[in-house]
T-cell receptor, first 112, second 114 residues
Framework: SQTIHQWPATLVQPVGSPLSLECTVE??????LYWYRQAAGRGLQLLFY??????ISSEVPQNLSASRPQDRQFILSSKKLLLSDSGFYLC???????????FGSGTRLTVV | AQSVTQLGSHVSVSEGALVLLRCNYS??????LFWYVQYPNQGLQLLLK??????LVKGINGFEAEFKKSETSFHLTKPSAHMSDAAEYFC????????????FGKGTHLIIQP
């Protein structure tokens, strides 16, 4: 069966520090991968998605970037965190839209 | 572009009562529709989905939803609420083709009164 892993579960980082969140999927190949951010009162915002290695589409301009160095690995990064980067970050995958999207357990990021 | 509107940011029902969470969508082509549930500090779990087959969709935990094209609605129901149903519920939409992600509503917080 397929599983999705996100880590770390929680993270407290100072303003201006770098960020790296990792997401991996097991049990499938060539999934579509997604990063969402859930901020208080703002719902779920799609940040990036990827349909293959090295292919990244950005949905919103921001202080973040994404990379897909391997087929089932999706990384969210920042060189310098801002207070506004705080939130709950969720990774998701799908093989086809009609199957639905499976979400990871999320990373709670607090920038202080 | 697609959009979703969830009516009511908070819904409170008594244990054993009917649960009704409202979702209306906007899409220029036939949509795929989903309901997800989120418990505190957890990811989203798929409850059910509509992908152009039967309009009445049954999901996990006793939930179901009916796709009504004429009303552009996909309301979520459960005949009898349990305390364990207290959570945040999200309606989401996408369309066939392409690879961009789901568009979510703002969510409805379901409160179960004992």
């Amino acid at each position: 069966s397929q599983t999705i892993h996100q880590w770390p579960a929680t993270l407290v980082q100072p303003v201006g520090s770098p960020l790296s969140l990792e997401c991996t999927v097991e049990g499938t190949s060539n999934p579509n991968l997604y990063w969402y951010r859930q901020a208080a009162g703002r719902g779920l915002q799609l940040l990036f998605y990827s349909v293959g290695i090295g292919q990244i589409s950005s949905e919103v301009p921001q202080n973040l970037s994404a990379s897909r160095p391997q087929d089932r690995q999706f990384i969210l990064s920042s060189k310098k965190l801002l207070l506004s980067d705080s939130g709950f970050y969720l990774c998701a995958w799908t093989k086809a839209r009609s199957y639905g999207y499976t979400f990871g357990s999320g990373t709670r990021l607090t920038v202080v | 572009a697609q959009s979703v509107t969830q009516l009511g940011s908070h819904v409170s029902v008594s244990e054993g009562a009917l649960v009704l969470l409202r979702c209306n969508y906007s899409s220029s082509v036939p949509p795929y529709l989903f309901w997800y549930v989120q418990y505190p500090n957890q990811g989203l779990q798929l409850l059910l989905k509509y992908t152009s087959a039967a309009t009445l969709v049954k999901g996990i935990n006793g939930f179901e939803a009916e796709f009504k094209k004429s009303e552009t609605s996909f309301h979520l129901t459960k005949p009898s609420a349990h305390m364990s149903d207290a959570a945040e519920y999200f309606c989401a939409v996408t369309v066939p083709g392409g690879a961009d992600g789901l568009t979510f509503g703002k969510g409805t917080h379901l409160i179960i009164q004992p």
